[in-house]
């Protein structure tokens, strides 16, 4: 079976902190892909970022980054010098490979609440 | 500009009044989905389409009808609704995944209420 866990219902900080959301996966596909969305308070989904099973590069963009690590099967988001701006929540997702993913399903955590305050 | 629409955004409605919300994708993408938020459980897929007229039930069907008689369209149906299924839903378009795109393009969602 297929699942995602974040461990974090909610997480608050304090502006520019650095803060670390975990994500860990099951699954017994080989190849598979890993997202992370961003819904803010006004209830939209966003893209963050997607990464490949074959792909184990961390990834740095702006004050986001992403460690992905298949031997602890974790793909972990941390956001440096944290904003206001990031206060929602954060959904990590999984989808199989496209040879059987229903449609291209996604399962998703339950998602972590994050609230940056002043 | 490429992307999915979702109506009503907000519904209130009573238990037993048959309800349709819309969902249309203008990028000709083959697969798309509905899934329902609630506080907990992150988001689960209720029924996706894999092409016209190709339907399935997803981990949440119960309630729920859908149809996809054109490529754009993928209205989500509750024939007679009931209070637990006050949530938000979301409709999502993918490609096939065969040219290399995996992202899910999500609808705005719709909040709906049944008392």
């Known amino acids: 079976a297929q699942k995602v866990t974040q461990a974090q219902t909610e997480i608050s900080v304090v502006e520019k902190e650095d803060v670390t959301l975990d994500c860990v996966y099951e699954t017994r596909d080989t190849t598979y892909y890993l997202f992370w969305y961003k819904q803010p308070p006004s209830g939209e989904l966003v893209f963050l970022i997607r990464?490949?099973?074959?792909?184990?590069q961390n990834e740095i963009s702006g004050r986001y980054s992403w460690n992905f690590q298949k031997s602890t099967s974790s793909f972990n988001f941390t956001i440096t010098a944290s904003q206001v701006v990031d206060s929602a929540v954060y959904f990590c997702?999984?989808?199989?490979?496209?040879?059987?993913?229903?449609?291209?399903?996604?399962?998703f955590g339950q998602g972590t609440e994050l609230s940056v305050k002043p | 500009e490429a992307q999915v629409t979702q109506n009503p955004r907000y519904l209130i409605t009573v238990t037993g009044k048959k309800l349709t919300v819309t969902c249309s994708q203008n990028m000709n993408h083959e697969y798309m989905s509905w899934y329902r938020q609630d506080p907990g459980l992150g988001l689960r897929q209720i029924y996706y389409s894999m092409n016209v007229e190709v339907t399935d039930k997803g981990d949440v069907p119960e309630g729920y009808k859908v149809s996809r008689k054109e490529k754009r369209n993928f209205p989500l149906i509750l024939e007679s609704p009931s209070p637990n299924q006050t949530s938000l839903y979301f409709c999502?378009?993918?490609?096939?995944?065969?040219?290399?795109?995996?992202?899910?393009?999500f609808g705005p969602g719709t909040r709906l209420t049944v008392t």
């Open positions: 997702a999984l989808r199989s490979h496209p040879g059987h993913n229903q449609g291209g399903k996604l399962i």
């Open positions: 999502a378009s993918t490609p096939r995944g065969d040219r290399g795109v995996y992202e899910q393009y």
């Open positions: 990464r490949n099973s074959f792909d184990e």
